[in-house]
T-cell receptor, first 114, second 109 residues
Framework: ETGVTQTPRHLVMGMTNKKSLKCEQH?????MYWYKQSAKKPLELMFV???????ENNSVPSRFSPECPNSSHLFLHLHTLQPEDSALYLC?????????????FGEGSRLTVL | GQNIDQPTEMTATEGAIVQINCTYQ??????LFWYQQHAGEAPTFLSY??LDGLEEKGRFSSFLSRSKGYSYLLLKELQMKDSASYLC??????????WGAGTKLIIKP
């Protein structure tokens, strides 16, 4: 099993749909992150969970709703999205938040909103 | 504000050497990271610098000057598989990662 797994890899949805992105990590880490990656822009941190508690919400619109049932799983629930939300959504994990050390990324979910 | 600058795109020849620069202005400093990201794939960790100087890891080296707010990633003996985006990121005083927009490296035969 790879370290951080994201599903689905690709998702196309209409603006009225409801869908969810899933992330699972097999590294025994306690911090998990959602990032948005748009072309030619820096990674945008969306949400951080540390020991299942949300510690960061970077002014993300409420049409994005995260859920972290345990330290190994992270979801991003999507509803009434806009075309400008089309991007690559990356999940990452680390041993714990607020420490030195690198992030481990999943391969991302490519989202297209029509 | 906090800012990371790196070139948008660079082109180099197979077998050559390329240097990708990164300058940063952040609130505090707790280390600088370089990641590699192939198209459609996850970013993967390449290097971490927290002290001034050069860190060498095989064909890749990373340099840091904290007083200048400057780092570079040096890739030697370029191979076609090195074609990717290279992301520079700095951890600030709150251990938040500040990201550059990435440098797309194109390797030509």
């Amino acid at each position: 099993e790879t370290g951080v797994t994201q599903t689905p890899r690709h998702l196309v949805m209409g603006m009225t749909n409801k869908k969810s992105l899933k992330c699972e990590q097999h590294l025994g880490h306690n911090a998990m992150y959602w990032y948005k990656q748009s072309a030619k822009k820096p990674l945008e941190l969306m949400f951080v969970y540390n020991f299942k508690e949300q510690t960061e919400n970077n002014s993300v619109p409420s049409r994005f709703s995260p859920e972290c049932p345990n330290s190994s799983h992270l979801f991003l629930h999507l509803h009434t999205l806009q075309p400008e939300d089309s991007a690559l959504y990356l999940c990452a994990s680390s041993p714990s938040e607020g420490e030195a050390g690198e992030l481990f990324f999943g391969e991302g979910s490519r989202l297209t909103v029509l | 504000g906090q800012n990371i600058d790196q070139p948008t795109e660079m082109t180099a020849t197979e077998g050559a050497i390329v240097q990708i620069n990164c300058t940063y202005q952040t609130s505090g400093f707790n280390g600088l990271f370089w990641y590699q990201q192939h198209a459609g794939e996850a970013p993967t960790f390449l290097s971490y610098n927290v002290l001034d100087g050069l860190e060498e890891k095989g064909r890749f080296s990373s340099f840091l000057s904290r007083s200048k707010g400057y780092s570079y990633l040096l890739l030697k003996e370029l191979q076609m598989k090195d074609s990717a985006s290279y992301l520079c990121a700095v951890k600030d005083s709150n251990y938040q990662l500040i990201w550059g927009a990435g440098t797309k490296l194109i390797i030509k035969p």
